[in-house]
């Protein structure tokens, strides 16, 4: 099953929600810096990280956040769950088309209700987990 994770999530308006402080843009920030950093500016440093917080939230980044953050409740989860959670994050960090199984779209669901406060975040996500691509677009990936 192929899904678009270049697919923006959308809030009620039908507006872009604004990636914000995700683990995600914090370190896209930083790798952005980094070369930059001993003769960086103040102003050029928040510039980057404002422009970053306000990239609209994916559904790749939103999966990856739900896959990637640390929950309470799961400290003593085992390496074959992290491992596959890490793997399912790779895979989709970069966005774009992915053939999905039916495993994977079950693990990142409940992980979206962890990882975001609120419904909007993670039932237009799993709206989207559960669209399937257009031919059109699913033939270019």
Known sequence: MKRNFDAKILDLKGEAVKTGVTM??????IKAIFPKLPEAVQDEYNAIVTAKMMEPL???????????SPYEDE?????????????????????G???????????????LIK????????VVASE????????TLAAVS
């Open 24 to 29: 995600e843009a914090l370190m896209s920030a």
């Open 58 to 68: 994916t559904l790749a980044a939103a999966s990856v956040t739900a896959l990637m």
């Open 75 to 95: 400290r003593t989860l085992d390496m074959s769950a992290r491992v596959k959670r890490m793997d399912l994050a790779r895979k989709l960090v970069s966005g």
């Open 97 to 111: 088309v992915v053939d999905m199984t039916i495993d994977e779209l079950a693990m990142i669901k409940p992980l």
């Open 115 to 122: 990882a975001f406060a609120g419904p909007l975040v993670p």
């Open 128 to 135: 989207l987990l559960e669209k399937d691509v257009p031919a």
